[in-house]
């Protein structure tokens, strides 16, 4: 009897890179990517070769000469004899600034917005309803441009501050100063032992999330639920609030007082950051409502009847049981969400506010005449930010993310 054997398996031949589907997709993606990779830079060249016949050759060298312009609102000392990559990272932080704000601001608003519009409450609902409808139907420019408008119309100005029969007064104890030129708030003044303030408050956060976990962890265990929002809270001011009257209160606050035609000292807020930060806020939150009503609505009415029958209150049925499900619906489109408030940023210019577009796309664009340049850096900047929010976001989701047992 003969035996059955394999036939001989020849070696790799190219034509597999076609034929083959196990190499097929790879093949076709590398061609592509080549093809893609070939375009960018015959376009590149291109535009490269066309700037220099027009004698203005391709070069970054501008980035170091001096700026000539000055910069309202700037988180890092700046001046107009300072480079132009200085005003330009001086742009880039204001456009964080504005985003962190816009994003934490918008998210808060949004959650509530979006959890009210479900209420039982046939006003809230509708209420909620109009506040949707009526934001995210109307071009964010144009809610820029209003916002700014009620802040210089409807507050006072600082001269109506001054005198015994005052027309305006300072908030919280005379610390804040409301008016149309922008909001005035304490300075922290750091003193010997103050890192140590700092320190702890920042352990004090750390241990917010380490009992957090631990709590979590203990309650799967048995069963026993510990107070877990005032034992956090505790945490969070006790130590800070100790180690601060120990060390004989080191951190100290500078109020803003009026000075001749305006206030000194203190925090200074234009009304421009506060007005595209409320605009974006509010104009996000609308979309984000929609995105949080979509992913409660997505769970199902059995897992809120069932909690109710184990005797769980509405909060908790809420914390615990709607909204862990609901996220896996919330948080993709709030990504898309987060890009679109970093983006709309760029409109800052409509009320004078310089970010990263009034700065490098802008004033250094214009007096440099490097158009190419200052865009091309600028499109890299802003892809960098939405790349990074994704990255935060994505892992974020990843984390929370339902897993079967």
């Known amino acids: 009897m003969s035996a059955i054997t394999d036939p001989p398996k020849g070696g790799f031949q190219f034509s597999q890179l076609i034929y083959d589907t196990r190499y097929r997709s790879m093949t076709i993606q590398i061609v592509a990517l080549v093809l893609f ?6 376009l590149l060249n291109n535009a490269a070769q066309n700037l220099a016949a027009l004698g203005k050759p391709l070069s970054f060298g501008f980035l ?19 480079s132009h990559g200085r005003a330009a990272l001086v742009g880039v932080l204001n456009t964080l600034l504005v985003a962190v704000l816009g994003c934490a601001l918008a998210t808060v608003l949004g959650v509530a917005i979006g959890v009210l519009r479900l209420s039982n409450n046939w006003i809230v609902a509708r209420i909620m309803t109009v506040y949707i409808e009526t934001i995210r139907n109307v071009p964010v420019l144009l ?23 005052a027309a305006a007064s300072m908030s919280l104890w005379d610390s804040v100063a409301l008016t149309n030129r922008g909001l005035y708030i304490p300075k922290p003044e750091m003193f010997s032992g103050s890192m140590i303030v700092v320190a702890v408050f920042l352990l004090s956060i750390v241990g917010i999330f380490v009992f957090g976990s631990w ?20 945490i969070f001011f006790l130590p800070t609030l100790v180690i601060y009257f120990i060390l ?17 000292g203190g925090i200074y807020m234009r009304n421009s950051l506060i007005a595209l930060t409320l605009a974006l806020g509010l104009y996000t939150a609308a979309f984000i409502a ?27 049925t809420m914390n615990l049981i709607i909204l862990p499900q609901a996220l896996r619906v919330i948080i993709p489109p709030l990504i898309s969400q987060y890009l679109n408030l970093t983006k709309n940023s760029s409109l800052a210019i409509a009320v004078g506010y310089m970010d990263v577009t009034g700065t490098l796309g802008g004033i250094t664009l214009n007096q440099t005449g490097k158009e190419m340049e200052c865009l091309l850096i ?3 900047i802003y892809l960098a930010i ?17 897993r079967e047992r």
């Open 37 to 42: 990779l070939l375009g960018v830079g015959w």
């Open 64 to 82: 170091g000469e001096a700026a000539g312009y000055d910069i309202n609102q700037k988180l890092i000392e700046y001046n107009n004899q300072m």
């Open 143 to 165: 809610w820029i441009v209003l916002t700014m408008a009620i802040f210089i119309e409807s507050f006072p100005a600082p001269r109506d501050f001054r005198g015994e029969d």
């Open 215 to 234: 709590s979590r962890k203990r309650q799967e265990a048995t069963g026993e639920i510990l107070p877990n929002f005032w034992i956090k809270l505790a």
């Open 248 to 264: 004989g209160r080191p951190i100290g606050l500078e109020l803003p007082v009026l000075k001749g035609f305006n206030f000194q």
């Open 290 to 316: 929609e995105n949080v009503r979509a992913g409660i609505m997505a769970v199902s009415k059995g897992q809120s009847e069932a909690a109710f029958a184990l005797g769980l209150s509405p909060n908790r």
């Open 378 to 380: 600028l499109m890299a």
């Open 386 to 402: 939405s790349l990074t929010i994704s990255t935060i976001m994505n892992w974020y989701n990843e984390s929370v993310k339902l």
